[in-house]
């Protein structure tokens, strides 16, 4: 009895004005990284005076604290991003005190790739399981234009490394008119080839306004389309026999030859899912962040370096919650506007 009770009033604390409960918490743990993807931070020259001073992100011991905090509110999921997670020093011992809250049922991670045929059996071997793996295209000289290294290959390596460990893999595909447009249907095959569930992102208007160019959007419904082409895509057999997995509206594709695979489809910008929304994001310089489209946040690091309690950090969570907006406005934002629609950098804000 005492314990349900409880359990309640932990719940109350995350549920927002709209009645959405908030019980997934991203943490961007760095916003430095070894690529430059051309739609998401400035290329190098520019990254000084872009990226957040040393000293000004948080450490792992206040990392663990907001964590320990925030699952003690009943916040049960989370995942690693930046930036690149896997360029910061001692990510994983910082994964093995993480796997320690009690009440955290679920530790994910978001990367690039780079570093992962390295680091995946240390990474599985810390109690990660699922992981979120970025890439634009299979093509070696394209990758080099969309993240300014020639690096496909170790990637490609660390994808093969992580199912081959038996990881789950979802492979994130930014859909790009004009720049990866052509290898849309390559992806979704690579979905009924391997152990991968491949997700394309609509392009978004984030951060790094030298790289937004509304002519390059493509809607998922679009994307779709292209991937329908290809045989027939069923919104019923998911895995979970749900067509929504997170953000994602997933379909089984089954091609011609019988081969079959998931392809999911994520359009924060065509169709909004704000009304599902159970996140909360904190920045890599510990601003608690309530929509990724909002610029409004929440400055965890200060009341932290000032003394702040553990009953102060709740409050201050709290309030974050409360004040998360119901929606953003990003689809009548981009009919009508060159210009991007939220001013942070996705990097630090963690996408
Ligand atoms: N570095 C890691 C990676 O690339 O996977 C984690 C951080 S990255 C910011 C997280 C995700 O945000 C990536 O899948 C990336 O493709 C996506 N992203 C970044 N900028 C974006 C944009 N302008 N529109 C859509 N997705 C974007
Ligand atoms: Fe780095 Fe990820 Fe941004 Fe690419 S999307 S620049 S890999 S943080």
Known sequence: ???????????????????RTISYLRLSITDRCNLRCLYCMPQRG???SSLVKYADLLSYEELLRIVTIAVGMGMNKLRLTGGEPLVRNGIMDFIRSLAEVKG???????????????????LYSAGIRNLN????????????KITGSDLFAQVWQGIQTACDLGFNVKLNVVAMKGINDDEFADFARLAAQRAVQVRFIEFMPIGNKESWDKTRFIAASELKEIIATLGTMDAGATSSGSRMEGPARVYRLTLPDGKTGRVGFISPISHHFCDKCNRLRLTSEGRLRACLLHDHETDLKTLLRQ?????????AIQQTILAKPKGHTLQDDLAGSDQVNCHGQMSRIGG
Do not use: W
């Open 133 to 144: 793996v970025s890439l634009d295209t299979m093509r070696p000289e394209r990758f080099i």
């Open 46 to 48: 520019a990254d000084s």
């Open 1 to 19: 009895m005492y314990s349900s009770s409880k359990e309640k009033i932990k719940s109350e604390q995350l549920i927002d004005q709209y009645s």
């Open 307 to 315: 003394g702040g309690t553990d009953n102060d950090i709740q409050t």
């Open 104 to 122: 955290l049922e679920e530790i994910r991670l978001t990367t690039n790739g780079v570093l992962l045929h390295e680091k995946a059996a240390e």
